[in-house]
Each structure stands twice: as structure tokens, then as C-alpha cells.
């Protein structure tokens, strides 16, 4: 795999080489790295998802498809295909080995098992979306490793309104119901969960990281 200098300026050539395929002034989005290690995606707001060899860090296809910019991606386990998130409110997958989006409907992937699971449109996340939320209020999500004691995985969310909700994984059906964690006092950014049923939060305007506990054991919740 790429292994990253130490060192300021080696760091700044490392995001040069990342940003030099994009349209310029163009941010970037989201960036994950292929389960089997081979590839890192890097989705960009020039409305793409790059995609570069890890053992070079060479650009290995560009994948288009997307009338916005692409506001999150995930990783098949397969590290075949990659799901993508945009502005349009979008669920698109690509076909990382022909470098193109999979000529098959959204339908066909919903069986997919997937690496991560940041994206909040999708078959398995439709009951986070309550009542008068539109493609934005979600920030982020993340899927619990580990198993609660039920048997079932935990769903995070991240909201505009300040919120940390948790649901049972997968929530295919709305509205799902939702343990609601509070503690920001600005929108939340980004949620991940750790080990030992640690979950990690970070928030906008209020700039803080909180670490909730979950108890994982606890039966009937």
C-alpha cells in the first residue's frame, strides 16, 4: 500500500496528487480505501469519484454519473463496486474494473454487502428519513461492527439539528424508531463507531468530538 511521508511538505505533495486529476477549485468530498487495499476513492464536488492504485498512488479510473457533487461513497466487501451519495439526493453504483456506472438498476444491488455504510440513501437506511427531512438533514451515518446482544447491528446518524440518533441495522422501511442522543449544540458533521460500543461524534459550529457508550449487552433495547 501507499505509505504516506512524514512531513508537512510531503503531506501537502500527497493531497497535490490527489486534487490534480479534479476541476480546479474543486474540494473533496470523501475518501475510502478499497477493503482489499488495492485502491483509494476520493469523491470530489466537481461531481466525479476518482480512483488511485494504492501502490503508486496513480489515477486508475474516473467514475461519472452524478448531477451534483458526491457527498459520501462506500466500498463493496468485494471491493468491486462502490455506491455513491450526491447533491441531487442520488444512490448510483459503479463498476470499479470497467470504470463506469453499473449498467444495472439500483434494485439489483440491494443485496450488496458493503464495507461501510456512510451512506444515508440507501436500500438499508430508508427509515432514518422522518417526516419533513429533505436529502440534506443527514450528514453522516455509520454501522456498528459488533452485534447487539438482540442480534442485530446498530445504526448511527448524524443530523442538522443537532442530533446523534441510533437505530436498528438495517432500517429498510420509514419511519424507523430511534434512540435519540443529545449533547451537541450545532448540526453533527460526522458519527463512527469504534470498539467495545464506543461511538464517536464530531460537531460543526460547536467544534467538539463527544464519545458515547453503548452498551452492547444490555437485552430488550
Known sequence: MYQVPSGSSQDWKLVRALKEPM???SWIEDLKFSPDA???AVSSHDKRVYVFTTAKLELFCTLQGSTSYVSHLDWAADSRSIRTNDGSYE???YAVSA???SPQSSTSQKDTVWATSTCPISWATQGIWAAGYDGTDINHCDVSSAHHADGYQLLATADDFGMVKLFRYPSPAEPAKALTLRGHSSHVTKVKFGGDGVLFSTGGNDTTVIQWKIDMKQ???
Open 38 to 40: 488495492r485502491y483509494l
Open 99 to 101: 470504470g463506469n456506472q
Open 23 to 25: 476541476t480546479a477549485g
Open 91 to 93: 444512490l448510483l453504483h
Open 219 to 221: 437485552r430488550g433495547k
